[in-house]
């Protein structure tokens, strides 16, 4: 949360000190409405606004719209703020998506492999899955050779992997972290 309260500090203008006399709201099943609905669109594209901003554009005054922000964050609907950094400019152009199969699907294995791959800093995304594969994961690297050191290092000491399938993209036709919230529905637990 500290890290959320800095975001807040620097982009809405409220006082650090001022968090301290906020009351807890508590995390349970939050109604989103309209107005919310357009905070969280807002937000989605822009993390940054000032609050003066964001309440202009929902047609709420400042007061309410920073409440209904923190009633976000509390039910945990705005899960964190973050910089979205362009991987090709810090040296990190090649994408891959692995598909891993696993010798069986034991409690302890999946718990093994999950464990090791969320400490590994190339894989960006890793997904639990149905079908012939068990894992699709998406990894970045800056070339060729430092996808085969991940592989030889990391990925293929792990036990329990009966295959590794790798396909290699060769552009990105679209990307959003942008979720389609419009349509939704009003109740989120």
């Given amino acids: 949360m500290i890290g959320n309260l800095c975001l807040f500090s620097l982009t809405f203008g409220t006082k650090l000190d001022d968090f301290d006399k906020m009351k807890p709201i508590r995390a349970k ?24 901003d964001l309440a202009d554009k929902v047609g709420l005054s400042s007061s309410p719209c920073l409440r209904r922000i ?28 692995v598909s891993i ?25 890793c997904y639990l899955m149905t079908g012939p594969r068990d894992y699709l994961i998406r990894i970045v690297v800056a070339d060729l050779e430092a996808y085969e050191q991940f592989l030889k290092e990391k990925l293929t000491r792990l036990e329990g992997i009966a295959s590794i399938e790798s396909s290699f993209a060769l552009q990105q036709v679209k990307y959003t972290n ?12």
Avoid at 70 to 94: C, N, T
């Fill in 29 to 52: 099943m939050h109604e989103i409405d309209t107005f919310d609905r357009k905070l969280l669109e807002c937000l989605q594209f822009d993390g940054r606004m000032t609050l003066s």
């Fill in 70 to 97: 923190r009633m976000l964050e509390h039910s945990g609907i705005i899960a964190r703020y973050v910089a979205l950094v362009d991987q090709k400019k810090v040296g990190l152009p090649v994408s891959v998506f």
């Fill in 101 to 125: 199969k696993l010798e069986n699907q034991r409690k302890g294995v999946l718990e093994r492999f999950a464990k090791a791959i969320a400490s590994w800093p190339e894989v960006l995304e």
């Fill in 178 to 189: 942008v979720l389609p919230i419009r349509n939704t529905p009003s109740a989120i637990p």
